[in-house]
């Protein structure tokens, strides 16, 4: 058999599996570049389109090196690679991009949150604790967070009273200790709607700002995105880039970083959470932005121009597709024809996963001129996909 042809282009080694790896591999498909993965189970979301996978765990060094040998660049579709593992990479000339002096600041909320108290960012007000006499000295009410592997409502725990307190402070801290993490309070913000400031930032310094976003969340799960943030002023809007960027240079961010957000009745925004690869609340891009996240991010890590952020219409509203209470009770491809018959300019994109109650499995993007009518559109399409179409309002 003839050796097969060398790659045109530097390939680029993503650790992670999952639905933000997958998304990673069509713009780079089209843009000639070869992904390897590293993927954490066999038949995973990105295995399912990126031929050169690797199964393994994230978590041995010796798997990493292996995956990223010949890879000039690595990046992530989650946060969750050990620092020191990283540093190990860099060490032998891998770019790890982010790299771990970055990254840890969206692995562990207590570094965080140091770190942009140092920036004069505004965030909630917010103390590490160790017992149940703390989080009262802290004050209630409050949310109790573990500083590292949290994420879509896991690791969190809202405490309104002492008698809450007293139901969920030892799952808490026993929590951590299992995990052997730290548990940060942060005072329970009265806030209007969350917002998300979306940026990419290359290693020469480059960034692009995408406009910004409102989201809802359901079960701490993100369920609907509508881009641009409806009656945000310019003002507001302008601050909140600002700091994304600000964060972006004052940590060395390589990629894309997402800030989220709190907008108070009173004007203010508070940063909420960081994340530093491709995020949910981006994922209007894919359909509703000349460049998308993905995209972007790819250009990024490459160090290659960045492209243009602005959006292609007036709103884009992206809903996800969530696994409801009859999740695995037939297929969501049987979706399909109901769903793009009913609106020729939807634009869905499944992640090949297997349904489960409350899990991403999917989202939906509506474009348009009247954000009702985008409204509409993906909440219905959001609705029909999962089965649960008395509730399209929603």
């Not at 292996?66 to 690595?74: F, I, K, L, Q, S």
């Not at 891009?285 to 292609?312: K, Y």
Request: proline share 7%; glycine share 10%; with cysteine.
């Amino acid at each position: 058999m003839p050796e097969p042809a060398p790659p045109l282009a530097p390939t680029l080694a993503v650790i992670g599996g999952g639905q933000l790896a997958r998304m990673m591999a069509e713009p780079a498909a089209a843009m000639g570049l070869p992904l390897r993965l590293l993927a954490e189970a066999e038949g995973v979301s990105a295995a399912q389109v990126i031929p050169d996978h690797t199964v393994g765990d994230y978590r041995d060094l010796t798997t990493l090196r292996e995956v990223t040998a010949g890879c000039p660049v690595v990046t992530f579709d989650h946060e969750h690679v050990p620092t020191e593992h990283l540093h190990a990479l860099e060490a032998d000339g891998v770019a790890v991009r982010p790299g771990p002096e970055a990254l840890v600041h969206a692995q562990d909320k207590g570094v965080m949150r140091e770190r942009l108290a140092a920036l004069d960012v505004p965030c909630p007000r917010n103390a590490i604790v160790t017992s149940a006499a703390e989080v009262e000295d802290f004050g209630f009410p409050c949310v109790l967070k573990t500083t590292r592997g949290g994420y879509d409502g896991k690791g969190v725990w809202f405490v309104r009273d002492a008698a809450e307190l007293e139901k969920v402070g030892a799952e808490a801290f026993a929590a951590a200790t299992t995990s052997g993490v730290r548990i940060i309070a942060e005072e329970l913000v009265d806030f209007r709607r969350e917002l998300s400031a979306l940026v990419a930032r290359s290693p020469s310094g480059q960034a692009a700002a995408y406009p910004v976003v409102a989201s809802t969340q359901k079960d701490g799960i993100c369920h609907e995105v509508i881009a641009p943030a409806p009656d945000l002023s310019p003002e507001l809007a302008g601050r909140a880039q600002e700091i994304a960027l600000r964060i972006a240079g004052a940590l060395d961010v390589t990629g894309v970083l997402a800030v989220e957000l709190f907008e108070t009745d009173d004007g203010r925004i508070l940063v909420n959470e960081l994340a530093m690869r491709p995020h949910n609340t981006g994922h209007w891009t894919q359909d509703g932005a000349v460049t998308s996240q993905f995209e972007n991010h790819l250009r990024a890590v490459l160090d290659l121009p960045l492209g243009a952020p602005e959006p292609r219409a007036r709103w884009t509203v992206m809903v996800n597709i969530l696994g409801g209470p009859d999740a695995g009770v037939g297929r969501l491809y049987d979706g399909y024809p109901h769903a793009l018959a009913r609106d020729p300019h939807l634009r869905v994109h499944l992640y090949g996963k297997e349904l489960r109650p409350g899990r991403k499995v999917g989202h939906v993007n509506a474009y348009g001129d009247d954000l009702d009518d985008c409204l509409e559109r993906a909440r219905h399409a959001a609705s029909w996909f999962r089965g649960d179409l008395g509730n399209e309002s929603e």
